[in-house]
C-alpha cells in the first residue's frame, strides 16, 4: 500500500485519522487531524481511506498539488511474526522524546509504547486524575515493536506524575506460554523533562530518551511508595527477630543480657477482673523481683521491655530506678532492636 502527502487516511489501531502532510523519518507521517493538529504515526498504522491530493490557498483557490512522496507500508493483514529466542520473555517500556531538544524550555514530547518480546500486547495506558484514572491511550501493538501514543506539553506533565500501564499477552495462530495479565502503577520523576542530561541513548531509539520500564524478564515493575507516617510508625516498632518467653528470666547463650518482656498478655494468662492500677503493680512486681535475683552480679545488663504505649509503665520503672535503686544505671535499649519500647538497666 502507498501513502503518499496528501492522502486521506484513518488509524488503524486507534480513532481518528486526517490528512497526510509529511514524513518523519522512514517509519512515521504527520497527520493533521479535522481539529487542526499534527499527529506522527507510524506509516503501518495508516489506512488510505481517499484521496486529497488538492489544497486551499488562504484566497480560497484549489493550489497546485502537494509533491507526490510514495513510501510503501505494510498490508493491514496478518503476517508472519519473526521471533527471537529472547523475545520469549516480556520486556515492556515507555519511553519519552522531546521533539526539539535544543529548546527544552519550550519543547512538546511524544510517548511511545515499547514491546520487546514475541508476544501480541492489548495495552491500556492510564494518568491519575483525582481519585480516578482517565485512558491516554490503548489498542493492540506488534510483537517487537513500539508504537506511538500521544504527543504532549509541559502543561500536561502535572497529569503524568502518576501513571498506570494494563495490558494481556498473547500470540496468534500457535501455542505459547500463557502470561499473567499485567497492571503497573509508576510515579514518573517530571523535573527530569526539563533537563536534558535525562534524556539518554538506548537501543529503541536514534535520539535519547527517558525509559519507563513497565516489565523486565517477566517480572512487573514495583514501586515502594512510603508515607511518613508509615516511617513514623515503623520507627516506633520494636524490630525482634524471636520472641522471649518473659516469665522464665535467662541468660541469651550469646551475650549477658537479660531481657524480660512486661507487657500484660505475656505475664498474665488473663486480666479479668484487675483495673489499670492493678495491672501496672503487678508488672512493677515482677520489675522488683527480676532487679533482686540478680542484686549480686555486678555489670550484669536487663532489659526490661515496657513498650511505648501512653508511657505510664515506663515512667513508673523509671521512678523506681531514681528512688530506689540510685546505684543502677540504666538508659533506653538499643532502637535498633526494641525502638523505643524499652529500657536497659546495669547491676553496679
Known amino acids: 500500500m502507498n501513502v503518499k502527502i496528501g492522502d486521506k487516511v484513518r488509524f488503524l489501531n486507534s480513532v481518528g485519522g486526517g490528512i497526510v502532510r509529511r514524513f518523519k523519518g522512514n517509519d512515521q507521517v504527520i497527520v493533521e487531524d479535522e481539529d487542526g493538529f499534527d499527529i506522527p ?15 486551499r490557498s488562504s484566497a480560497g483557490r484549489p493550489s497546485a498539488p502537494a509533491p507526490q512522496v510514495q513510501v510503501t507500508a505494510p498490508a493491514p493483514q496478518p503476517e508472519k511474526v519473526e521471533e527471537t529466542a529472547e523475545g520469549e520473555r516480556l520486556n515492556v ?7 526539539d531538544p535544543k529548546s527544552m524550555q519550550q519543547t512538546r514530547y511524544e510517548a511511545y509504547f515499547v514491546n520487546e518480546s514475541n508476544y501480541f500486547l492489548f495495552y491500556n ?23 506511538f501514543m500521544e504527543e504532549f506539553g509541559k502543561e500536561d506533565l502535572n497529569e503524568l506524575e502518576r501513571i498506570c500501564v494494563q495490558f494481556i499477552a498473547f500470540k496468534k495462530d500457535k501455542p505459547y506460554a500463557m502470561k499473567n495479565s499485567v497492571s503497573v502503577e509508576l510515579r514518573l520523576d517530571t523535573v527530569k523533562f526539563y533537563k536534558l542530561h535525562c534524556f539518554l541513548d538506548n537501543d529503541y531509539f536514534d ?31 520494636k524490630v525482634r527477630e524471636e520472641k522471649v518467653t518473659p516469665t522464665v528470666v535467662k541468660k541469651k547463650a550469646e551475650a549477658p543480657i537479660i531481657e524480660v518482656d512486661l ?9 479479668a477482673g484487675m483495673d489499670s492500677t492493678a ?22 545488663k536487663i532489659v526490661f521491655i515496657h513498650g511505648k504505649g501512653e508511657g505510664v509503665l515506663r515512667k513508673a520503672i523509671e521512678n523506681e530506678l531514681k528512688t530506689k535503686y540510685k546505684q543502677y544505671f540504666y538508659q533506653d535499649a538499643s532502637f535498633r532492636e526494641y525502638g523505643f519500647g524499652a529500657t536497659m538497666v546495669t547491676i553496679k
Open 41 to 55: 504515526v507510524l506509516i503501518r498504522e495508516c489506512v488510505v481511506v481517499g484521496d486529497n491530493m488538492m489544497t
Open 93 to 99: 517500556f515507555l519511553a519519552y522524546l522531546p521533539i
Open 125 to 147: 495506558y492510564m494518568s491519575r486524575q483525582n481519585n480516578s484514572w482517565m485512558s491516554r491511550s490503548q489498542g493492540l501493538i506488534e510483537p517487537n515493536t513500539k508504537i
Open 207 to 237: 535520539e535519547p530518551a527517558i525509559l519507563a520500564p513497565i516489565v523486565r524478564q517477566d517480572i512487573p515493575e514495583r514501586q515502594m511508595l512510603i508515607s511518613a507516617a508509615a516511617i513514623q510508625e515503623a520507627m516506633q516498632q
Open 263 to 271: 507487657h500484660t498478655e505475656q505475664l498474665l494468662d488473663t486480666t
Open 279 to 300: 495491672i501496672l503493680n503487678y508488672q512493677l512486681d515482677k520489675f522488683h523481683e527480676v532487679l533482686k535475683e540478680y542484686a549480686g552480679v555486678k555489670g550484669q
